[in-house]
């Protein structure tokens, strides 16, 4: 038998546990669906903060202009002022819900500064910001007799009208399927309304800052369900991760810069002043690629973050984490200078989204990361997804009830999910393989800095991939691993498909083949050709 609930959401970050917690107190039953355990979120590992105006020395129209900078001309404007002017109340919900910002010795926020901002305006709770905001949460969610989390429940696809036929009306949402890691049986849930804060899908590369969860799993979700996806070429690397040989970069949070880090080269040199004004402090694009072009100028594998001379009691009640982080591997923040390279961090395009979070395919919704509301436009500002999450899961909590109170459906039979005589894989290893393939693919031929030739390398690895990946679904038993691998070949092509697109470089995407910027920025778009969706096995 199918569950039924009035609301469903797919992920257990920020985005998706405050737009559970304001459907509920609608009075909506909400069930929140997390593919690993209700902790583990690209959310929880957000170290920086949460950028908002809070100070007498700050203003909204600042905060605004940093934004549309560091976007690059494909911001949209009435998106930006919106989610920058909802800030502060969103701000105050969370203090609400028992949140502990960090406080300066006068009482007020301690407030850092990150790059591309033009005053301290970020709040965080030393440099473990984003498990801070989980645990509030959390707390908050279990305390909710409307929302039923469930924990190791992979959402496979979406269960539209439209695609089984299942009325005679417009084509919405009516559910999805979802595989119970556990049991190993996939479930049916029914609801009206579905919303996907599945994160980002930084696996995609070879070096990430992301947790393994963020496999795009929303992105091709929605894709195969006929939504549009925009701007996937805009893929963030943050500038300084700690250099590792292996695929284990941790993230060194921006907000050290803020405190006075600087980037020096092999030969100790600071470098950044020549390549931008604001220096260290430069937007995250501009810092990458710097670092990467340092780092080919030498054939070096990395550069130096230097904030040595920094007492270390400072450093060390700043940033605990990464001190400590960095302490484990014989390196002190206060007296040794830590090796970084780029990584790849967030996804500023997705699927397509209001100012709501609605799409375009009635009942369906999303919000944060795997998102695009056009707030971050070609380049996020440091910061600032926190903020859309939370905004954005208020306005898509609205438009919810909205939705639900004006029009709501009955829910139709949806077809039981038949796995026929399929049998476990005994070549796992073609799993491993693709999958290691396609992050080495997406790192050399997609990266940083990108070319067409490179780009149609990669179109034509991940069209076998493709291929090799849609036979084993069909002729195996489905695992989470096949799972998160179908999605990025998905998410990859999409990315790859909207880089081009894109003749010209502009934010994140830098490409030798085309210097300059075109007069009039447009966003890149890819929707599903009539007829090219997969059929579900067994329906």
Same mark, same amino acid.
């Given at each position: ?8 959401? +797919? ?15 609608a009075g909506w039953r909400t069930a929140i669906l997390t593919k690993k355990t ?46 920058? *002017? ?5 701000i105050n919900e969370l203090v609400e819900l028992g949140l502990k910002f960090s ?43 409307? #929302? ?41 849930? *029914? ?130 984490? #990464? ?66 999450? +939370? ?6 909590? *609205? ?48 990266? #940083? ?18 291929r090799e990946i849609h036979d084993y679904y069909w002729n195996f038993r489905i ?61």
């Amino acid at each position: 038998m199918p569950q039924d609930y009035d609301v469903l959401v +797919v992920g257990s970050g920020i985005a998706g546990l405050s737009l559970a917690l304001k459907t509920a107190a609608a009075g909506w039953r909400t069930a929140i669906l997390t593919k690993k355990t209700r902790a583990e979120s690209n959310t929880n590992y957000a170290q920086g903060g949460i950028a908002c105006v809070t100070s007498d020395t700050d203003d909204f129209e600042s905060h605004v202009q940093d934004t549309l900078t560091a976007g690059d001309g494909l911001c949209r404007e009435d998106v930006v002022r919106s989610v920058v *002017r909802d800030g502060p109340s969103r701000i105050n919900e969370l203090v609400e819900l028992g949140l502990k910002f960090s406080r300066d010795p006068g009482g007020g926020y301690s407030l850092g500064r990150e790059g591309g901002h033009s005053a301290r305006r970020i709040l965080h709770v030393k440099d473990i910001t984003g498990r801070a905001i989980e645990d509030a949460l959390l707390h908050a969610v279990a305390k909710n007799p409307l #929302i039923h989390l469930m924990e190791h429940l992979f959402a496979i696809d979406l269960v539209t009208s439209g695609k089984f036929e299942l009325d005679t009306g417009p084509n919405r949402v009516v559910g999805l399927y979802a595989l119970d890691v556990i049991s190993r049986k996939v479930k049916t849930f *029914r609801a009206p309304a579905v919303i996907l804060s599945t994160g980002g899908a930084g696996q995609v590369y070879l070096y990430t800052t992301n947790p393994g969860i963020a496999t795009g799993d929303g992105v091709a979700m929605a894709f195969r369900a006929g939504v549009a996806v925009e701007n996937m070429e805009f893929i963030q690397f943050h500038p300084t991760t700690l250099y590792s040989k292996t695929h284990d970069r941790f993230l060194i949070s921006e907000a050290v810069r803020g405190e006075g880090a600087v980037l020096r080269n092999f030969a100790g040199e600071t470098f950044m002043a020549g390549y931008h004004p604001l220096a260290d402090l430069a937007p995250r694009d501009v810092v990458a690629r710097a670092i990467d072009s340092e780092m080919k100028k030498t054939g070096a594998e990395h550069v130096w973050l230097d904030i040595t001379g920094k007492p270390e009691s400072i450093l060390q009640d700043r940033f605990p984490l #990464i001190f400590d982080r960095c302490r484990k591997i014989g390196l002190n923040l206060s007296t040794d200078r830590i090796p970084v390279v780029p990584a790849a961090h967030y996804t500023c395009g997705g699927v397509v989204t209001n100012l709501d979070a609605e799409t375009p395919l009635p009942g369906l919704f999303a919000c944060g990361e795997v998102a695009s509301t056009g707030l971050h436009g070609a380049n996020r500002l440091a910061s600032n997804s926190l903020l859309e999450a +939370v905004v954005m899961a208020d306005r898509g909590a *609205r438009a919810i009830h909205a939705y639900l109170s004006s029009s709501r459906p009955d829910l139709p039979e949806v077809p039981h999910w038949v796995s026929g005589d399929v049998h476990d894989s005994d070549e796992q290893v073609v799993i491993s393989h693709n999958w290691d393939e396609l992050r080495r693919a997406m790192w050399d031929y997609m990266g #940083i800095v990108r070319t067409t030739k490179r780009l149609e390398r990669a179109r034509t690895r991940i069209g076998t991939l493709k291929r090799e990946i849609h036979d084993y679904y069909w002729n195996f038993r489905i695992e989470p691993r096949l799972l998160e691998l179908r999605n990025l070949i998905q998410v990859a092509d999409l990315i790859v498909q909207c880089g081009l697109q894109r003749a010209e470089s502009r934010g994140l995407h830098f490409t030798l083949d085309h210097l300059e910027k075109s007069e009039s920025p447009v966003d890149t778009k890819v929707v599903l050709e009539p007829g090219a969706v997969d059929e579900v096995p067994g329906l």
